[in-house]
């Protein structure tokens, strides 16, 4: 139920591996911090991955007089939602065909008792298919998403899987917030120097070429996908790093808008 959400926005990829997942964990994570209400939904069916993010792999969902209730996270401002939490092992593999996969999105789009949120981040998976559609549909039939986060690496290949998905963008009709270009460059831990080991700007260049926002570049920092796997808060800990700092003006933005 998405009543009293005052904010959808969807996170986009074209591609797998672009770090989309942790993008959306760390936007919830930085709103959250500036005590906003937070919603957090992985529709990533077959690779449901923000229960390990956030250290919830052992939660399951129970249900409610308005329909299931999201899993409380250790952020007394974030909630979410996950197949994961509805798997009966973690090793438990999705194999579904479209239409169940439909059912199943509607089910957390519809039958989900989100209550009052200021932002409710839909955190999408690779492509523009059968769950992006089914996504769409049913958030147009209750309310229009007020609009998308795309996310990529620089190198071409995945810029070029990011066209395809401003495409999708605009024949759906979601408006472009902005493009992320995650994995832009390594800064040395020692000597802050940054070396592009995935080359870098390609994501930005994207932006100005199809006139949507950039939105910023994030570095390459072991220690996120370090904490991202133990499920703890990398932005707590880490709040004056490059990394945090770039999340912090990316939350700044998407507030103002």
């Given at each position: 139920m998405?009543?009293?959400?005052?904010?959808?926005?969807?996170?986009?990829?074209?591609?797998?591996?672009?770090?989309?997942?942790?993008?959306?964990?760390?936007l919830a994570?930085?709103?959250?911090?500036?005590?906003?209400?937070?919603?957090?939904?992985?529709?990533?069916?077959?690779?449901?991955?923000?229960?390990?993010?956030?250290?919830?792999?052992?939660?399951?969902?129970?249900?409610?007089e308005?329909?299931?209730i999201?899993?409380?996270?250790?952020?007394?401002?974030?909630i979410v939602?996950s197949?994961?939490?509805?798997?009966?092992?973690p090793?438990?593999?999705?194999?579904?065909?479209?239409p169940k996969?439909?059912a199943?999105?509607?089910?957390f789009?519809?039958?989900?008792?989100?209550?009052s949120l200021d932002y409710l981040?839909v955190?999408t998976p690779?492509?523009?298919s059968?769950?992006?559609?089914?996504?769409v549909?049913?958030?147009?039939?209750?309310?229009?998403?007020?609009?998308?986060?795309?996310?990529?690496?620089?190198?071409?290949?995945s810029?070029?899987?990011?066209r395809?998905?401003i495409?999708?963008c605009?024949?759906?009709?979601i408006p472009?917030?902005?493009?992320?270009?995650n994995?832009s460059?390594?800064?040395?831990p020692?000597?802050?120097?940054?070396?592009?080991?995935?080359?870098?700007?390609?994501a930005?260049?994207?932006?100005?070429?199809c006139?949507?926002?950039?939105?910023?570049?994030?570095?390459?920092?072991?220690?996120?996908?370090?904490?991202?796997?133990?499920?703890?808060?990398?932005l707590?800990?880490f709040?004056?790093g490059?990394?945090?700092?770039?999340f912090?003006?990316i939350?700044?933005?998407?507030?103002?808008?």
């Open positions: 998405l009543d009293d959400v005052k904010r959808i926005l969807l996170v986009l990829s074209g591609k797998g591996g672009v770090g989309k997942s942790t993008v959306s964990v760390q994570l930085s709103l959250a911090a500036r005590g906003k209400r937070v919603g957090l939904l992985d529709i990533d069916l077959c690779g449901p991955s923000v229960p390990i993010m956030l250290g919830l792999t052992s939660e399951k969902v129970t249900q409610g308005k329909g299931w999201p899993v409380l996270t250790k952020e007394p401002n974030l939602m197949i994961g939490f509805l798997l009966s092992t090793d438990s593999a999705v194999i579904w065909r479209g996969k439909t199943m999105i509607r089910q789009l519809q039958d989900v008792d989100w209550g981040i955190d690779p492509g523009t059968d769950e992006h559609i089914s996504v549909e049913t958030l147009k039939s209750c309310r229009e998403p007020d609009g998308a986060i795309l996310v990529s690496t620089p190198q071409a290949m810029v070029a899987d990011v395809r998905e495409s999708f605009r024949k759906a009709e472009m917030l902005g493009l992320i270009e994995m460059g390594y800064v040395c020692h000597c802050s120097e940054c070396t592009n080991v995935f080359s870098k700007g390609g930005e260049s994207l932006a100005s070429l006139q949507i926002p950039f939105l910023g570049c994030v570095p390459i920092d072991p220690k996120l996908g370090q904490f991202a796997d133990s499920g703890d808060n990398y707590t800990e709040s004056n490059p990394v945090a700092k770039v912090n003006q939350t700044e933005v998407l507030i103002k808008k």
